[in-house]
């Protein structure tokens, strides 16, 4: 009987109501029921011609007005139309069930297969991090089923790294063998601003059957509003956070953080906010570390034991190959490592089109056995002494018999190459992966 009262009281009677005083853009004003209003507030407006009510977010205000900017398209919208105001914070109920699904910006599900089940507990998009005291560290290093990185990048449970890329360098078809091999119980995957007739290739030809069947993948194409698309970011991680309160190790992969970002600089544009760097709104660079530190190793509970770890990896599409782009660099910044994909390594035909030597792992050598280190050690003087005289090689201006270090690595480069080049169906461990390489360096003595 108390729940119950409890129950009653906590019902708000009120229901706050205002009009459309005007359209500008994808922005659209409105008046009255102001003080029930705070920005990132959800509202539906309605819409004449039988047409369902129209999503909104409140983005901010100007002089006596709200404004809000919708998830969808404003045809409809018309003066004077009514905004009612949602009271509840945007939230999704996920499950296990939920693996192997494709679903939208709102947790609605874009497969075909049928219903979501719906979990018991809210997730709140926009949840908070968990305080630096209070998680634990990265666990034990974690196998990708990619040599490159395993050996050159080793990635720990709980670790955050980029993978910063071009358009057209092979970054999809790495998420993809990541997704498929990496030793984890479930993966969310991301794809943020996608194009859309990239979604169904990815799904059925680069992720697979295989892949998809441990996975959730959250889909905003292109197309969809500036809100859908960076809902779909929060929805990402809303599900990764799900799955690891229930114990499960979580890859999380998302496809960009660049969408992302541009996606936030359209919203504070329209809201008024100053353009910055390249155009890009304060709050980008504000949203930014909210967005990546949910990701991580888990909080410690109540009995001290560690919540399971989100292992992510986050791409950044570089604008023109500028790996020191404003976004590129922020995020640099925030994340535990980075993996640089060039353009150059791809056009000669080796995928993926990692640069080892650009790319670093912060929890490296701590991750690393002595061995390995010596592995690693070797294995960059080699590969650092060929690109230091890559040019003069390629022309043929290069005399054998110069340098002992460089007709090392002239002789031990295709090898290195041939470690490096990975087929997308084929895996190889991590320990296996240091072998290998150390059987390279080792036929030269």
């Known amino acids: 009987m108390r729940n119950l009262a409890a129950a009653v009281e906590a019902i708000d009677p009120l229901v706050v109501t205002g009009k459309v005083a005007g359209v500008s853009g994808l922005l659209i004003e409105s008046r009255g029921g102001l003080s029930r209003l705070a920005v990132g507030a959800r509202a539906e407006i309605e819409r004449g011609r039988g047409l369902n009510p129209l999503p909104a977010e409140v983005v901010g205000f100007r002089d006596a007005k709200a404004l809000l900017m919708p998830f969808g398209p404003v045809e409809g919208v018309a003066p004077g139309a009514d905004i009612r105001i949602i009271d509840t914070a945007a939230s999704v109920r996920p499950t296990t069930a939920w693996l192997g699904r494709i679903i939208d910006a709102f947790g609605n599900p874009i497969d075909g297969k049928g219903p979501l089940p719906q979990g018991p507990a809210a997730y709140p998009l926009r949840a908070p991090p968990p305080p630096a005291h209070s998680r634990g560290r990265v666990g034990e290093r974690l196998d990708l089923g990619v040599r490159s990185m395993d050996v050159f990048t080793t990635t720990c449970r709980g670790q955050r790294l980029g993978i ?80 690891r309160d229930q114990d499960q190790e979580v890859l999380c992969l998302m496809d960009s953080v660049t969408r992302f970002a541009m996606a936030q600089r359209e919203i504070g544009l329209a809201a008024g906010e100053p353009p910055t760097t390249k155009g890009y709104t304060p709050t980008v660079f504000t949203e930014l570390p909210k967005l990546l530190e949910r990701a991580g190793p888990g909080p410690i509970r109540a009995d001290g034991t560690t919540a399971a770890p989100i292992t992510a990896l986050f791409t950044v599409l570089v604008d023109g190959d500028d790996h020191n782009e404003p976004i590129a660099d922020a995020t640099r910044g925030i994340l535990d490592g980075h993996i640089v994909m060039e353009r150059a390594i791809a056009e000669r035909g080796r995928f993926p ?20 280190r010596d592995i690693v050690k070797g294995a960059r003087q080699v590969m650092s002494a060929y690109a ?30 041939a470690f490096l080049s990975q087929d997308k169906e084929e895996a190889t461990s991590l320990d296996d992966s240091f072998g290998y390489l150390g059987q390279i360096l080792a036929s030269e003595y």
Do not use: W
């Open 353 to 372: 089109a990692i640069n080892v030597l650009k790319s670093i792992s912060r929890t490296m050598p701590g991750c690393q056995h002595q061995h390995e």
């Open 388 to 417: 230091n005289m890559e040019e003069l090689i390629r022309i043929g201006a290069y005399r054998a018999g110069a340098d002992p270090v460089v007709d090392r690595a002239i002789r031990l480069n295709p090898a290195i190459e």
């Open 164 to 243: 910063f890329a071009g358009s057209g360098v092979g970054k999809s078809v790495l998420l993809s063998m990541l997704a498929k091999e990496a030793t984890c119980d479930a993966v969310v995957v991301g794809l943020i601003g996608e194009r859309g007739r990239e979604v169904r290739e990815f799904v059925e030809e680069t992720l697979g059957e295989d892949g998809l069947r441990r996975a959730v993948v959250v889909v905003a194409t292109s197309d969809e509003p500036a809100l859908t698309r960076r809902q779909a970011a929060y929805m990402t991680l809303a599900i990764s956070e799900y799955m």
